[in-house]
């Protein structure tokens, strides 16, 4: 989930301290923004609440990226109800990033059953409630090249809003009613991007294995690789052209929502989030950025995906429904030293397919 932050910066051109200013060559800086979260999704409909944002810039003697803690609640529309904690910390020269989430939510959600060709008429709701939580080890190993080391914990209750829908009523659906899934996982990454929240070169691509099993706690067993690779080329003068691939695999006996999912305001704008899940995910997409005024920004997006329960299907295109979807959107930037913004977003997808999406920096 991706929540806008920044209202009060976005009317006062200004962002909260909690120290004085000082020359970043020999203190870094601190700055704490306690300010309205306001998001939008199909799947969700208006987001509210409140959001504090504390950022770390270190000395510049230790050349490492700024550390971060994201506190959020928020409430939408739609009954949907999340309360996270979210922070990254960067060792000297970037050798090693330490990541760590966790949050409690109850989050109605759609379901339209597993495969590219679920039909409108089987949208059912059901409700997720629980805690999440993981964590990440990320140490260099030469140059941009870093090996990974993730956990990942979610204990949830689900209750289908219907007693004659699928997830009530088909045993097939692994983990219709919840419970406990517990990942490991290794990996190996290159990032060489100049900029985390808005990158304007460099490249960034991630390999991870998860698996989940008894021996760790999980009441599920099932396997997943994941590649993300993205580049971002510059083009002209604050004009940046951005490339993502996206591939998603599992196989074993994951839950329903544990599953490769189209949609929600980062992979292929337009559908709801889980509108379209299964087994396997390929997904391309392109983003050109350009810089209006000062810090309104303006984006064009337009991507391709597909899914499939099989790998060796996945890749043939003619015999599969491709999903299209683009868009436009605008940017208004927080922060310029680290190049926060605020994002909105309008995609379009197929079957008249659509949504609106406010959230806090790039979709990737």
Request: glycine share 12%.
């Amino acid at each position: 989930m991706r929540i806008g932050l920044g209202i009060l910066a976005l009317v006062t051109g200004r962002t909260a301290t909690a120290q004085s200013t000082v020359p970043d060559t020999t203190l870094g800086r601190r700055r704490i923004q306690p300010l309205p979260a306001i998001g939008s999704a199909p799947e969700t409909g208006l987001q509210l609440g409140i959001t504090v944002l504390s950022v770390f810039e270190t000395p510049a003697a230790r050349q490492a990226r700024p550390a971060s803690v994201v506190a959020t609640a928020i409430r939408s529309t739609k009954g949907q109800t999340r309360i996270s904690i979210e922070g990254e910390h960067w060792s000297r020269r970037n050798d090693r990033r330490l990541h760590g989430l966790a949050a409690w939510q109850k989050f109605p959600l759609p379901y339209y059953g597993i495969g590219s060709g679920t039909p409108d008429e089987s949208k059912e709701l059901y409700v997720p409630t629980g805690v999440e939580a993981s964590g990440t080890v990320q140490q260099r190993v030469r140059g941009s090249w870093y090996g990974l080391l993730t956990g990942r914990v979610v204990r949830q209750t689900i209750r289908p809003d219907s007693n004659t829908g699928q997830l009530a009523t088909d045993s097939r659906v692994v983990g219709g009613d919840g419970g406990r899934v517990v990942e490991l996982g290794v990996g190996a990454l290159r990032d060489s991007r100049d900029f985390v929240f808005n990158p304007t070169s460099g490249t960034f691509t991630q390999i991870t294995y998860t698996a989940s099993a008894t021996p760790f706690g999980s009441e599920f067993a099932y396997r997943r690789v994941r590649t993300d690779a993205r580049q971002y080329v510059p083009i002209g003068r604050g004009h940046i052209l951005a490339l993502q691939a996206l591939l998603i695999g599992t196989t074993g006996g994951a839950p329903f929502d544990q599953l490769a999912l189209v949609g929600g305001g980062d992979i292929l704008r337009g559908y709801q989030r889980g509108r379209y899940r299964d087994r396997w995910l390929l997904a391309s997409q392109a983003e050109y950025r350009t810089p209006v005024r000062h810090r309104l920004g303006a984006v064009a997006f337009f991507g391709v995906g597909t899914v499939s329960n099989r790998a060796r299907t996945l890749f043939d295109l003619p015999k599969r429904q491709v999903l299209t979807s683009y868009g436009a959107g605008l940017r208004v930037q927080i922060d310029q030293r680290q190049r926060t913004a605020v994002r909105v977003d309008y995609g379009r997808g197929r079957e008249r397919a659509s949504g609106l999406y406010i959230g806090f920096n790039q979709a990737f």
